[in-house]
């Protein structure tokens, strides 16, 4: 399955943070730079699908972008 990462640039923070946005409001980390923020939500997104894995829990459904 493929999942949406969105990273934007957070002044307040000065750092970039990552949203893993069908997997919740809290699903984000962050990184000093664009390639680390990637990264850090790559590793995020792992975790989360195993952590479901191992409780059962179903996996959110991926959200499809349609450009219009």
């Known amino acids: 399955m493929k999942y949406s990462i969105l990273i934007q640039w957070s002044e307040p923070d000065g ?32 975790d989360l699908v195993y952590g479901y894995g191992q409780t059962g829990k179903p996996l959110p459904t991926p959200e499809i972008l349609q450009v219009v």
């Open 15 to 46: 750092a970039y943070v990552a949203s893993l946005p069908e997997w919740g409001e809290y699903a984000r980390t962050h990184g000093d730079t664009y390639e680390v923020a990637l990264e850090n939500a790559k590793e995020v997104l792992e």
